[in-house]
């Protein structure tokens, strides 16, 4: 940082000062301004880089860990839409519930972003629809998946468990069609019937649900487990019974102290350490 010389003359002390003030005012202004994850993954001391993944790039925070064992972490939707109506610019969410639960990870974890999320919504390959209504397609998946294979080849992974959070429930159901060396998913609040949670909030249909059918025909052996929250007014347990009907394989935790968004933390220690897919 350069330094502001401030002369012995008091006719021109002022302006340095003045130029102090504003500067300070300027660095409080960027830390403010700073969008919620970029200060976590700062606190978190985590990696950040982007990756192409062909059709889009996404964003990567990684921990360091490294083990042969490794958490893949996918976040909820955000805000796609301003009141219901207008489509939001970026869709990138202010309050990264998973990146906070991610924060304190001593295992092998790694938050992957969703196409054109976190600083990628001007990219030329980000139409609205990635955010809106194609959000948990076979385009948005495919991508998912191919980046996490990167991911997961770049670091030695021999297995992998996907984690998803919200809207990324939807999607790492889908994703478990197609990561590689896969043993386990898990969902918190997880939107696991898009179709059931649209007709429950008198939302228009979302399009192109394809890659969650693919995934109701992958191998039993890859274990799953959903937490949910009994007082959870965005995703209430009960439009998922359908799905957990046709999964008998499934394991459903339904919990108390908490809301979509909100105490998650208390829970965090059993959903992360889980036998059921550990």
């Not at 999320?117 to 998946?141: I, K, N, P, S």
């Amino acid at each position: 940082m350069s330094k502001i010389l401030v002369g012995r003359s008091t006719c021109i002390q002022p302006f340095p000062l003045m130029l102090v003030a504003v500067c300070c005012l300027l660095q409080m202004s960027a830390c403010v301004l700073r969008p919620a994850w970029q200060k976590l993954a700062i606190e978190g001391n985590l990696e950040s880089r982007r990756i192409d993944a062909g059709r889009f790039r996404h964003l990567v925070l990684w921990n360091g860990e490294q083990g042969p064992h490794l958490r893949i972490y996918v976040e909820g939707d955000g805000g796609p839409w301003i009141y219901k109506r207008r489509v939001a610019v970026d869709p990138t969410p202010s309050n990264p519930v998973l990146l906070r639960l991610m924060h304190d990870a001593t295992h092998p974890a790694v938050y992957l972003g969703r196409p054109c999320y976190f600083g990628a919504a001007t990219d030329r390959e980000c139409e609205q629809r990635w955010w809106t209504f194609d959000r948990y397609g076979r385009v948005v998946v495919d991508s998912m998946c191919a980046a996490a294979n990167q991911v997961s080849r770049q670091l030695g992974a021999e297995t992998v468990q996907l984690i998803g959070y919200s809207g990324g429930g939807a999607i790492v159901l889908g994703m478990s069609a197609c990561t590689d060396h896969l043993v386990a998913f898990s969902t918190i609040a997880g939107n696991l019937d898009p179709e059931a949670w649209a007709e429950h909030h008198g939302y228009s249909p979302l399009s192109d649900l394809s890659p969650l059918a693919s995934a109701a025909i992958r191998h039993s052996a890859v274990n799953e487990v959903h937490w949910q929250c009994r007082d959870d007014l965005n995703v209430p347990p009960s439009i998922t019974d359908d799905y957990f009907a046709a999964r008998a394989h499934a394991v459903r935790h339904i919990v108390k102290s908490c809301s979509h968004t909100t105490g998650w933390q208390l829970h965090w220690s059993q959903i992360i350490d889980s036998p059921e897919v550990n």
